[in-house]
């Protein structure tokens, strides 16, 4: 297992609230759904897991809040942050045929669980790429988080149909494309980054 695609899990939590169909920490069906396919995790979730899953995603979002708005010292203190509150437990690990490989903390609550690995693998992610590729799409009406791509380093949307959306919307306004961030970041912007592509 690479730890670095624990990294996934922040993101897919983070970006919980921003799917069609609504939030999916409302109810722990919708917690259910989010962790579906990830055996790992480990057991059911029950009503008491939604608070500290939000509080995670809260956390997490701020994060890549912090690396969009062109502070990476104050990303990178939020997240070890998350590391101290959350540490990991390795284990090794040689399943299904697998090479011995590592897991981190397969036993405790869900919570816990998807915490340690979540800030982990993030840590390792940013370890290896750049703090810099943390960001939040800067289109208004999306704000997913998502990892820019290695060697992207001014890209602001989470994908073409947002850079898209964003250009005939400003074209509709007859205004220029200008930078600016997500409206749902918890802290006023400083230091925006500017946009270095059209
Ligand atoms: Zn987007």
Redesign the pocket.
Known sequence: MDLASYADLAIILVNSDHRAGGDRLRDVNGLRELLAGRPHLGGRPRPHDLDAMRQLRAQLRAVFAASARGEPELAADLLNELLIQHPVHPQLSAHDGQDWHLHLNDSGAIPDVFAARAAMGLAVRVAEQGIDRLRL?A?ET?G?AFLAAPGERSGR???AE?AARRTSAAAAAGVPPRPRVSADLDTPPRGITPAHRP
């Open positions: 799409c289109a999306c997913r949307y989470c994908s947002c």
